[in-house]
């Protein structure tokens, strides 16, 4: 497929997406404990339950998931440059912590939740408002009982990387209560 194709297909999917997406929150406790992590994130595509403000604050969406795989997609803009002419890192490494953390997430049975306790990421080029669409993917490589780990990529449409990372988690049992 050219990279034109795969630009069109990726749009599309997003647009797709976005038009079920309910409004920016968090959701409650109660709904995190009553699903799995795959079933959480069909939760959040379908628009049951509320989108994550930072996807509507760093303009990154997701537009893949399944267990042990999840893609974001984001565009940067001039909005996320640092002083020195390029997209800021943290705009790199936010959009993939949430797809290697939320990769990890997808494996957990419900009552199971995570966080990052580390991320390497390296950045092999710079992004600029011209890069166009970039996706994150997150993909496991091992879920224990306490400890996860996951990698990711940052490409673009012609497949040409931008960065990419590795993450550790500690996974845990949710708390009772809201």
Known sequence: MSSSSQLEAWN?????????????GVASLADLRARSGVQFFEAI????LPTPP?????DFW???WEVGRVVFQGTPAMAHYNPLGSVHGGWIAALLDSAVGCAVHSTLPAGKGYTTIELKVNYVRAVTSESGP????GKVIHVGGQVATAEGRLYDAAGKLYAHATTTCLVFSLPAGS
Do not use: D, F, K, N
Not at 12 to 24: C, D, G, N
Not at 45 to 48: F, K, T, V
Not at 134 to 137: P, S, T
């Open 12 to 24: 599309a999917r997003l647009q797709r997406v976005r038009e079920q997406l309910a409004e920016a």
């Open 45 to 48: 595509g379908s628009g049951q």
């Open 54 to 58: 930072i996807g509507h604050t760093l």
């Open 62 to 64: 997701p537009v893949e």
């Open 134 to 137: 970039l996706r994150a993917e």
